[in-house]
T-cell receptor, first 116, second 114 residues
Framework: NAGVMQNPRHLVRRRGQEARLRCSPM?????VYWYRQLPEEGLKFMVY????????ESGMPKERFSAEFPKEGPSILRIQQVVRGDSAAYFC??????????????FGPGTRLTVL | GESVGLHLPTLSVQEGDNSIINCAYS??????FIWYKQESGKGPQFIID?????DKRQGQRVTVLLNKTVKHLSLQIAATQPGDSAVYFC?????????????FGKGTKLSVKP
């Protein structure tokens, strides 16, 4: 009964490069959320996706950031032309969002992005 | 605007004592609250949740209390153990259509002294 999986766990990029972060939700979960965490701070919501749909991207910067959750395969958070300020831990969470049961979000181990 | 915050950034307790971590929220429309535990280098781990139609919920060694009158949430850990040392976050979710995002507080670091 695997939990939320994220890869890579650590990612180092130089300024201007692209970063791709992957998230596989828990089995049976069709809702994915991405959060960003800076050191010594709480998590900040970025985007909420269902299969093939972006439901809420209000927390995601308009430029350079994009997210997808295709019909097959993991959810991808893509950061183009990274800058040092993008250095952070990026967490993915998933939920079944069946309001008859629970909509608790379960988190993955995160990807720690370092921009040199 | 909406915010979730914590009264104390750090808490140090003796092993075996009870711990109480507090949280204030500002959105009276929030209907769901969760406590997460985050150990260094790891993702947040679900501890316990509570819906706004309840004022208390108990788990194994943990109890969450919700006071909607003053918009206050607390997490009580009984017989605190060294393995409880971590940062604890409260999070809230509003009752809003298709939005599912959680709003996190900044966290309280719990240190357990042996």
């Amino acid at each position: 009964n695997a939990g939320v999986m994220q890869n890579p766990r650590h990612l180092v990029r130089r300024r201007g490069q692209e970063a791709r972060l992957r998230c596989s939700p828990m089995k049976g979960h069709s809702h994915v959320y991405w959060y960003r965490q800076l050191p010594e701070e709480g998590l900040k919501f970025m985007v909420y996706l269902q299969k093939e749909n972006i439901i809420d991207e209000s927390g995601m910067p308009k430029e350079r950031f994009s997210a997808e959750f295709p019909k097959e395969g993991p959810s991808i958070l893509r950061i183009q032309q990274v800058v040092r300020g993008d250095s952070a831990a990026y967490f993915c969470a998933s939920s079944p969002l069946d309001r008859g049961l629970t909509d608790t979000q379960y988190f993955g181990p995160g990807t720690r992005l370092t921009v040199l | 605007g909406e915010s979730v915050g914590l009264h104390l950034p750090t808490l140090s307790v003796q092993e075996g004592d009870n711990s109480i971590i507090n949280c204030a929220y500002s959105n009276s429309a929030s209907d769901y609250f969760i406590w997460y535990k985050q150990e260094s280098g790891k993702g947040p781990q679900f501890i316990i949740d509570i819906r706004s139609n309840m004022d208390k919920r108990q788990g194994q060694r943990v109890t969450v209390l919700l006071n909607k009158t003053v918009k206050h949430l607390s997490l009580q850990i009984a017989a605190t153990q060294p393995g409880d040392s971590a940062v604890y976050f409260c999070a809230e979710k509003g009752d809003g259509g298709s939005q599912g995002n959680l709003i996190f507080g900044k966290g309280t670091k719990l240190s357990v002294k042996p």
